[in-house]
T-cell receptor, first 113, second 114 residues
Framework: GAGVSQSPRYKVTKRGQDVALRCDPI?????LYWYRQALGQGPEFLTY????????KSGLPNDRFSAERPEGSISTLTIQRTEQRDSAMYRC???????????FGPGTRLTVL | AQSVSQHNHHVILSEAASLELGCNYS??????LFWYVQYPGQHLQLLLK??????LVKGIKGFEAEFIKSKFSFNLRKPSVQWSDTAEYFC????????????FGTGTKLQVIP
């Protein structure tokens, strides 16, 4: 079946604007993860959902970042009042809980000018 | 907090050379270990994984990795690399049992010269 999809693939925004990044996980996957990857670094955990419940948001850097998954499927990561330091690749992954293996989407490249 | 170290940031090899990429993690509990690969212009995909059992695991495209618990290592190997193996490789670890967030290493860029 289809893999994890993310939209938009590229987002350029001006400092101070809000952005919403979307993730559509593999059908039937109950777990969904958001990561941020800066240039030259590995993915850094942001938050995790099990079904619609946000189980772990310890990686969100500050209160400008939030995420939701209201129906246990599609998830949205929102960054308010963007700053240049928010520029990065934002990756989403989903997993079938029992196997604990994560499948990644293509990512959204966010550039804040 | 758990961490993952990848010692080689950039590796350049000629085709047919053997490859070994180092990965060490810092956690004393039971772990699950992964290697992910990102080919140019593509997204992260799983290369191989270790959950339990035989510490020598085989993945796609001729890659294998060996879990050495005493050394906290999970090195990736391939006997003979190809130009198409040019990619960035990430080692990752989670604690075993249900949900555990994944901690990634900083990645190793492999360039294979024809």
């Amino acid at each position: 079946g289809a893999g994890v999809s993310q939209s938009p693939r590229y987002k350029v925004t001006k400092r101070g604007q809000d952005v919403a990044l979307r993730c559509d996980p593999i059908s039937g996957h109950v777990s969904l993860y958001w990561y941020r990857q800066a240039l030259g670094q590995g993915p850094e955990f942001l938050t995790y959902f099990n079904y619609e419940a946000q189980q772990d948001k310890s990686g969100l850097p500050n209160d400008r970042f939030s995420a939701e998954r209201p129906e246990g499927s599609i998830s949205t990561l929102t960054i308010q009042r963007t700053e240049q330091r928010d520029s990065a690749m934002y990756r989403c992954a989903s997993s079938s809980r029992e196997y604990n293996e994560q499948f990644f989407g293509p990512g959204t490249r966010l550039t804040v000018l | 907090a758990q961490s993952v170290s990848q010692h080689n940031h950039h590796v350049i090899l000629s085709e047919a050379a053997s490859l070994e990429l180092g990965c060490n993690y810092s956690y004393g509990g039971t772990v699950n270990l992964f290697w992910y690969v990102q080919y140019p212009g593509q997204h992260l995909q799983l290369l191989l994984k270790y959950f339990s059992g035989d510490p020598l695991v085989k993945g796609i495209k001729g890659f294998e990795a060996e879990f050495i618990k005493s050394k906290f290592s999970f090195n990736l190997r391939k006997p003979s690399v190809q130009w198409s193996d040019t990619a960035e490789y990430f080692c990752a670890v989670t604690l075993s049992g249900g949900y555990q967030k994944v901690t990634f290493g900083t990645g190793t860029k492999l360039q294979v010269i024809p």
